[in-house]
């Protein structure tokens, strides 16, 4: 099956793909552009949450402000880029000083901690939903950001962190028959209803992606879409072994219980852990700086010759049939 790009995909490629003529654009065909500045490249991205899409009306204003900057600093971190500082664009419907001023600690908080300040921006009012938009920097040395295009037939297929977590603290939030299927378990249902709000950045992993990886990006709208458009960019697809995706203790209760499927893990969005391609022989040396920073990393399957849509395998290498592959906003 050949790969089809996404509506998002599509959109951007007819729309505005023509106007991005500077070289450290890309073409668009990354998650972030750069810019030369002395002895390292800028590397400049942008993402925007909006209420009821990426954020309940309800959720904490703190974590709102947090998921707004966590977000791209996730994707700075896939292309191996140290944060340098952001700007920051608020849509709002109406001067709330008590939810702004949650808003405000909770971005400033996080800016400390990521070493990422606040550089500047604009607040304009809107009739609704409520909008936030961020614009962040990070630096890398001259040409040594990592693209999702680069990856290579044999490297490995390796992921941060857990998978599809988000995906069902978001369906804890909105659906009573999901919140129930934890019930009896607060800690697990807290745990996934955080990983949607707060995603966790793997930026102290920056410098080994760009060590060690052939091609990286962020898992945004779900590990299966984005391995698709990876493989796309590089002009290769890949094998992944369904059972070596790492997911949590909660989720696996849940799959165990035949309560979700794995399909609904690898499909669902706001994970922000690092998806990248390394060369076999260089794996070792990356699972070693990835213990060192403290994060978890998991070979999922290779990359391989070819143009057709990557495959996921059963246990016993039988390609599964995936009925969605992400979250697409059109």
Sequence with gaps: MTQAPSGEDSLIARYFKPLATDPGAFGLVDDAATIQAGADDLVVNTDAIVEGVHYLPDDPPDTIARKALRVNLSDLAAKGAIPAGFLLTLALRQKDEDWLAAFARGLGEDATSFGCSLLGGDTVSTPGPVMISVTAWGRVPRGRMVHRFGARPGDRVMVTGAIGDAALGLSILTSKAEADLLADDAAARDMLIGRYRVPQPRNALAMAVRDYATASMDVSDGLAGDLTKLCAASSVSADIVLS?????????????????QLETLISGGDDYEILCTVPAAQCDAFRTAADAAGIAVADVGAIVAGSHAPRFLDGQGRPISLKRLSYSHF
């Design 244 to 260: 070596h995706v790492p997911i949590s203790s909660a989720a696996s209760k849940l799959v165990a219980a035949g309560a979700i």
